[in-house]
C-alpha cells in the first residue's frame, strides 16, 4: 500500500472512530513540548490533531506532529509570544478548519476565562475548566478573594489590582518591606518582582506590568507581603463535570529559581502525617 493510501486509511479509521462519535478533531492553542504530549494521547484515541504556531515556530517540532497545522495570522502581523495569545484568531483558525475541541495546553491562554468563554460560545468543546470557573480562580486576585470568603488563612495583599504606584507605596507603608509584585494573570514565575527596603518601588512596578503585559496579554499587578524561604506545597486535583474530585497526592515546590520551581518532591518529606492528611483532605473538600 502506498503512503498516500496510508495516510488516507489513517484519517478514515480516524473519522469512523466511535470513541469520541464526531467530537474528534482537537486544536492544542500552545507550543513546544506540550501540544506534541497531548498530540500523542490523541492519536491513541483516533483523534485528529491540529497545531498552530507563529511564523517564528514554522519549523517547530509540534507543527510537525500534528495531522494539520496552520500559522496563526501573517508574518509580521504578531510577536512569536503575542501570536499565542490572539483568541480571535485561534478561534477563527478552529472554525475554518471543523475543530471539535480546543486544548490550552498550559501557560499563555490557559488561564484566560474570556478565551474559554469565547470557545463554548463558538460552539467547540473547551477542554479544561468552564470559564466561570477561571473566572474565580484563574487570576491571582479573584484566588485571594475566594480564598478570604471561604476563611481561608492569606498572606496581607491588596484586595484588588494595584492602579498606580502610590497604591503599592501605601501598602507598604501598612504592611513593611519585603513585599512582592504580581501578575494576576500570571504564572511560571513571570511578572515577579521582590521589592526590599532601599529597591526602587516605582521602578519593580513598572518592570513587573510591562513584563506580565508581553508575556499574558495583561499587565494587571497585585502586591502581597513577601515570605523568605517558605515551604511551597501544592495539591494536584482531578476534576469532572459531575462533581467528582480526586486528589494526585501532594508535592514539595520549595526548590525555586526566580519564582519558579525548577524541582518537584512527591511526596513531601518533612511533612507530618496529620499535616499532609489535613491538606489532601482541605484540598478536595474545597471546591
Known amino acids: 500500500m502506498s503512503n498516500v493510501e496510508d495516510h488516507s486509511s489513517l484519517h478514515k479509521l480516524r473519522k469512523e472512530s466511535e470513541i469520541l462519535s464526531n467530537a474528534n478533531k482537537i486544536l492544542v492553542a500552545n507550543r513546544g513540548e506540550i501540544p506534541i504530549r497531548i498530540f500523542r494521547s490523541a492519536h491513541e484515541l483516533s483523534m485528529q490533531t491540529v497545531a498552530v504556531y507563529s511564523h517564528e515556530d514554522r519549523?517547530?517540532?509540534?507543527?510537525?506532529?500534528a495531522d494539520e497545522?496552520?500559522?496563526i495570522g501573517h508574518r509580521g502581523q504578531f510577536s512569536p509570544v503575542q501570536a499565542y495569545l490572539a483568541i480571535d484568531e485561534l478561534?477563527?483558525?478552529a472554525l475554518e478548519h471543523d475543530v471539535s475541541m480546543i486544548h490550552p495546553g498550559y501557560g499563555f491562554l490557559s488561564e484566560n476565562s474570556e478565551f474559554a468563554q469565547k470557545v463554548e460560545e463558538s460552539g467547540m468543546i473547551w477542554v479544561g475548566p468552564p470559564?466561570?470557573?477561571i473566572d474565580a480562580v484563574g487570576d491571582k486576585v479573584s484566588a485571594r478573594n475566594l480564598a478570604n470568603a471561604a476563611n481561608v488563612p492569606v498572606v496581607p495583599g491588596t484586595p484588588g489590582p494595584i492602579e498606580d504606584i502610590k497604591e503599592a507605596e501605601e501598602f507598604v507603608e501598612k504592611y513593611g518591606y519585603p513585599v512582592i509584585i504580581k501578575a494576576a494573570y500570571g504564572g511560571g514565575g513571570r511578572g515577579m518582582r521582590v521589592v526590599r527596603e532601599g529597591d526602587d518601588l516605582q521602578d519593580a512596578f513598572q518592570r513587573c506590568s510591562s513584563e506580565a503585559k508581553t508575556a499574558f496579554g495583561n499587565g494587571t499587578c497585585f502586591m502581597e507581603r513577601f515570605l523568605d524561604k517558605p515551604k511551597h506545597i501544592e495539591v494536584q486535583l482531578l476534576a469532572d463535570n459531575y462533581g467528582n474530585v480526586i486528589h494526585l497526592f501532594?508535592?514539595?515546590c520549595s526548590v525555586q529559581r526566580r519564582h519558579q520551581k525548577v524541582v518537584e518532591i512527591a511526596p513531601a518529606k518533612t511533612l507530618p502525617s496529620h499535616v499532609r492528611d489535613a491538606i489532601l483532605t482541605d484540598a478536595t473538600l474545597f471546591h
Open 59 to 65: 519549523l517547530s517540532m509540534h507543527r510537525l506532529k
Open 69 to 71: 497545522a496552520y500559522v
Open 91 to 93: 478561534i477563527k483558525i
Open 131 to 133: 470559564h466561570n470557573v
Open 250 to 252: 501532594e508535592r514539595d
